[in-house]
């Protein structure tokens, strides 16, 4: 990924693509919009099939080369596509089946550059969010993608007892940028439920970083050995050595390969 976007949503489809636009997440990239938070609805989903051609065609006029929609039964598509958009819809279908569909492991795994997450798709994206559920206010918890937590549909007055939460108006956004993509292997209690094993960090341009178990796709540019005893840490790599201090007393060993971007 190079990018990745929390939209708070707004019922004007063309007006929240038409904001976008200066993201340059549509310009000369193929794009997928994926309609899992409506597709229980029978007229929600008969409403996006009528209007589809119309949006496919403004996505093409603001850029796109390739736009096609897909569900649950042809999700694993997207990974054919440059920019992924996560629809509004139901956060309670939204996010379970997700987790079925196995979303963020296909994305980590992926050359998808962008993934814009659309009111429910927001909350999918982040640690948590904050929607409906019976018409009534409820955390739900996202993949983690990004280390946000969000508010959706936001009005002056509300969001009192989340006051850590990001605020979204409709047709507000975040945009985070990705600077690295890194998996290490070998011995880590921190990230490593057993100790032994691998995970993956992504580094988002002044937005701390991000740990996954498993691999994500990237290129190896570079190559180096972390040794981390009591406080200090040293790295020695294809691009140098360097020796940290640490505040805290830990104890691993790991070889790492990634990309900075």
Request: charged share 30%; proline share 2%.
């Amino acid at each position: 990924m190079d990018k990745v976007i929390l939209h708070g949503g707004g019922p004007d489809l063309k007006k929240i693509f038409t904001d976008l636009r200066g993201e340059k997440v549509f310009n000369g990239l193929s794009v997928v919009y994926v309609i899992c938070a409506i597709e229980k609805s029978v007229s929600l989903r008969q409403k996006f099939q009528n209007e589809w051609p119309e949006t496919a065609a403004f996505l093409k006029k603001l850029g796109a080369i390739r736009a096609e929609a897909v569900d649950s039964e042809n999700f694993s598509h997207i990974c054919e596509f440059d920019t992924v958009i996560l629809a509004d819809g139901s956060s309670e279908y939204l996010l379970p089946q997700l987790g079925k569909l196995k979303f963020r492991r296909r994305l980590l795994n992926s050359d998808i550059k962008n993934v814009i997450g659309i009111g429910a798709g927001a909350i999918a994206l982040s640690v948590q969010g904050i929607g409906t559920k019976n018409y009534v206010e409820f955390a739900y918890d996202g993949f983690g993608i990004v280390d946000e937590r969000i508010m959706l549909h936001y009005r002056p007055g509300k969001g009192k007892n989340y006051p850590d939460f990001i605020k979204l108006m409709d047709y507000q956004y975040l945009e985070r940028s990705v600077c690295g993509r890194y998996s290490e292997a070998g011995w880590d209690t921190e990230h490593n439920m057993f100790g032994l094993g691998v995970f993956s960090r992504i580094d988002y341009r002044d937005e701390g970083e991000r740990y996954f178990p498993g691999l994500c796709r990237k290129r190896v540019r570079e190559i180096y050995l972390r040794l981390r005893f009591l406080r200090y840490a040293l790295i020695i790599g294809n691009k140098g050595i360097k020796l940290f201090r640490k505040k805290d007393y830990k104890f691993k060993l790991t070889v790492g390969w990634g990309e900075k971007l």
